[in-house]
């Protein structure tokens, strides 16, 4: 009698079946911390958005749903109203409440926070009642629910109890109690986090909503992409999120594995250093290269992008003229072609820019594949033109505080939007650096007044075409200006056991809710 009474507690306790589902998933980049608020990298979304739920979510479908908000409304021009979802708890018990958003609001505002962005011009928000907040802007705003879906709610009491008010300051390698330990209401809890090595998340038995049969996921960092592959094969591994572009053929004829693809959100980029007037890591004879329009026309006309998609990427990606892919809302066909290779006008753009030598100066890079092989390509195709480069991969969490710090002059990246919209890539990596949430992520302090007006004037535009065309107007002055070289839409290619079902999502994220093993 006992032992039924016990089988029938643990099924209850298990989703869909009675027995435990350990999902072990490899990535090649650890999430860096545990801070939700410290830190903008995708890497870390793929883990803390387990943990830490948002007011505005996606569904499997990757179409808005509703998560900690049931509802939102804009009830003033400059005020959007969010009605809560009750009976909701944090991981340690407290119940979910009005406070926990508009201190979470504060917090992502604070100085130290590099999440700012999911605000686009908000001031602050306020408590209406125990489950309903309203959230201020500066400005009329009517992509902030969009931009919301990152936003990740922490306890008020919780972080007051252990003295993390404030996120951590990343860039500068801070740790807090923040850095190492959550509490939120997200279906996953943290039991484990080792740096560089593996994080652990339990399933949360007093979860709101609905999940997978996933009783623990274990997020493993295997750097090595041959590694990942033979521990695909041999069963040790369930999934892995990054396989080398070079092996996904032959993972797709492998028995017991799938390959599963889908168009991705984000780009891949090149960047340069507008804000010194001399070079400051390399040798252009005193002066700044990548100030002159000539240099920079130069520098796209000698990377063949053709290459680098058919013989990097094998194909697993795309490119056009702009920083955002075609998935991206604000994509137009004017952005379809990209510039020709010509290597013989480069060098007469180089000359007529007056460095008929060239010049030396120093890449920097994420040291994962295939950012790595991209930024190699990219180093020898600037070779040939005369432009000496020296490639300098380094691991992504080393990368980020660099540029983010604004100690790089040419530099490979990508950005993932995850509002889908173009406005959500516009805003923090191409207006100039203004006010909090505005160009935080415009590492090279890229600045030109009519990109701004274009996209000021879309941000407060409540008609959704006249919108649009702001925004693709400002997307055709960055073109034009060759503020960034796009290089890569890389497609998302999931690699899995055939016993894992998962909805592939184009912010390149696995949602463990979505996720079941047979």
Same mark, same amino acid.
């Given at each position: 009698?006992?032992?039924?009474?016990?089988?029938?507690?643990?099924?209850?306790?298990?989703?869909?079946?009675?027995?435990?589902?350990?999902?072990?998933?490899?990535?090649?980049?650890?999430? +860096?911390?545990?801070?939700?608020?410290?830190?903008?990298?995708? @890497?870390?979304?793929?883990?803390?958005?387990?943990?830490?739920?948002?007011?505005?979510?996606?569904?499997?479908?990757?179409?808005?749903?509703?998560?900690?908000?049931?509802?939102?409304?804009?009830?003033?021009?400059?005020?959007?109203?969010?009605?809560?979802?009750?009976?909701?708890?944090?991981?340690?018990?407290?119940?979910?409440?009005?406070?926990?958003?508009?201190?979470?609001?504060? #917090?992502?505002?604070?100085?130290?926070?590099?999440?700012?962005?999911?605000?686009?011009?908000?001031?602050?928000? #306020?408590?209406?009642?125990?489950?309903?907040?309203?959230?201020?802007?500066? !400005?009329?705003?009517?992509? =902030?629910? =969009?931009?919301?879906?990152?936003?990740?709610?922490?306890?008020?009491?919780?972080?007051?109890?252990?003295?993390?008010?404030?996120?951590?300051?990343?860039?500068?390698?801070?740790?807090?109690?923040?850095?190492?330990?959550?509490?939120?209401?997200?279906?996953?809890?943290?039991?484990?986090?080792?740096?560089?090595?593996?994080?652990?998340?339990?399933?949360?038995?007093?979860?709101?909503?609905?999940?997978?049969?996933?009783?623990?996921?274990?997020?493993?960092?295997?750097?090595?992409?041959?590694?990942?592959?033979?521990?695909?094969?041999?069963?040790?591994?369930?999934?892995?999120?990054?396989? +080398?572009? !070079?092996?996904?053929?032959?993972?797709?004829?492998?028995?017991?594995?799938?390959?599963?693809?889908?168009?991705?959100?984000?780009?891949?980029?090149?960047?340069?250093?507008?804000?010194?007037?001399?070079?400051?890591? +390399?040798?252009?004879?005193?002066?700044?290269?990548?100030?002159? =329009?000539?240099?920079?026309?130069?520098?796209?006309?000698?990377?063949?992008?053709?290459?680098?998609?058919?013989?990097?990427?094998?194909?697993?990606?795309?490119?056009?003229?702009?920083?955002?892919?075609?998935?991206?809302?604000?994509?137009?066909?004017?952005?379809?072609?990209?510039?020709?290779?010509?290597?013989?006008?480069?060098?007469?753009?180089?000359?007529?820019?007056?460095?008929?030598?060239?010049?030396?100066?120093?890449?920097?890079?994420?040291?994962?594949?295939?950012?790595?092989?991209?930024?190699?390509?990219?180093?020898?195709?600037?070779?040939?033109?005369?432009?000496?480069?020296? @490639?300098?991969?380094?691991?992504?969490?080393?990368?980020?505080?660099?540029?983010?710090?604004?100690?790089?002059?040419?530099?490979?990246?990508?950005?993932?939007?995850?509002?889908?919209?173009?406005?959500?890539?516009?805003?923090?990596?191409?207006?100039?650096?203004?006010?909090?949430?505005?160009?935080?992520?415009?590492?090279?302090?890229?600045?030109?007044?009519?990109?701004?007006?274009?996209?000021?004037?879309?941000?407060?535009?409540?008609?959704?075409?006249?919108?649009?065309?702001?925004?693709?107007?400002?997307?055709?002055?960055?073109?034009?200006?060759?503020?960034?070289?796009?290089?890569?839409?890389?497609?998302?290619?999931?690699?899995?056991?055939?016993?894992?079902?998962?909805?592939?999502?184009?912010?390149?994220?696995?949602?463990?809710?979505?996720?079941?093993?047979?």
């Amino acid at each position: 009698m006992h032992r039924l009474i016990l089988s029938l507690v643990l099924a209850l306790a298990l989703p869909h079946e009675g027995f435990a589902k350990v999902f072990r998933y490899a990535s090649q980049i650890d999430p +860096g911390t545990m801070d939700p608020h410290g830190i903008a990298s995708l @890497y870390n979304t793929r883990v803390v958005s387990q943990i830490y739920e948002v007011l505005v979510g996606r569904d499997e479908e990757f179409r808005v749903d509703p998560r900690l908000a049931l509802s939102w409304s804009l009830v003033e021009p400059k005020v959007w109203r969010f009605k809560l979802r009750p009976g909701v708890k944090f991981h340690d018990g407290t119940p979910f409440t009005a406070d926990d958003v508009v201190f979470s609001v504060e #917090r992502a505002l604070a100085p130290t926070s590099q999440q700012k962005q999911t605000l686009p011009n908000v001031t602050g928000a #306020r408590k209406v009642d125990a489950l309903t907040v309203d959230i201020l802007t500066s !400005q009329p705003t009517p992509t =902030l629910p =969009l931009a919301l879906t990152n936003l990740r709610i922490m306890s008020k009491a919780w972080c007051v109890l252990h003295h993390v008010e404030k996120p951590l300051n990343f860039n500068a390698k801070e740790e807090t109690f923040a850095t190492r330990n959550t509490n939120g209401t997200g279906p996953y809890m943290l039991k484990q986090w080792d740096a560089d090595v593996k994080t652990v998340l339990v399933a949360n038995p007093s979860y709101w909503g609905k999940r997978g049969n996933v009783t623990e996921a274990q997020f493993l960092v295997v750097g090595s992409g041959a590694t990942r592959l033979s521990g695909l094969v041999s069963g040790e591994l369930d999934f892995v999120v990054d396989a +080398g572009v !070079q092996d996904v053929e032959r993972l797709s004829r492998t028995p017991g594995i799938k390959i599963e693809q889908g168009e991705g959100l984000g780009a891949q980029y090149l960047s340069f250093d507008f804000a010194h007037a001399t070079l400051q890591h +390399g040798d252009a004879g005193g002066t700044n290269p990548f100030r002159n =329009l000539k240099v920079r026309q130069a520098m796209r006309m000698a990377i063949d992008l053709g290459a680098i998609q058919s013989k990097v990427m094998r194909n697993l990606s795309t490119i056009g003229r702009a920083i955002y892919s075609p998935k991206v809302d604000g994509w137009d066909a004017r952005f379809a072609i990209p510039t020709p290779y010509d290597p013989e006008r480069a060098r007469a753009l180089l000359k007529e820019a007056g460095y008929p030598n060239g010049f030396s100066v120093a890449l920097d890079c994420s040291s994962q594949a295939p950012a790595d092989a991209v930024g190699q390509a990219v180093a020898s195709m600037l070779a040939r033109v005369g432009i000496r480069v020296a @490639y300098q991969p380094v691991p992504f969490n080393v990368l980020l505080p660099k540029v983010t710090g604004h100690e790089s002059s040419l530099y490979v990246i990508g950005w993932t939007p995850f509002t889908g919209d173009a406005e959500g890539v516009l805003v923090p990596i191409a207006h100039s650096p203004s006010a909090p949430g505005t160009g935080d992520f415009n590492f090279g302090g890229y600045s030109n007044a009519n990109v701004d007006s274009l996209i000021d004037r879309a941000r407060v535009e409540l008609d959704p075409a006249k919108r649009r065309a702001l925004l693709v107007d400002a997307m055709a002055a960055l073109d034009a200006d060759v503020a960034f070289i796009p290089l890569v839409y890389r497609r998302v290619v999931w690699a899995m056991r055939k016993n894992v079902h998962t909805p592939i999502l184009p912010n390149d994220v696995v949602d463990l809710r979505f996720v079941d093993i047979d």
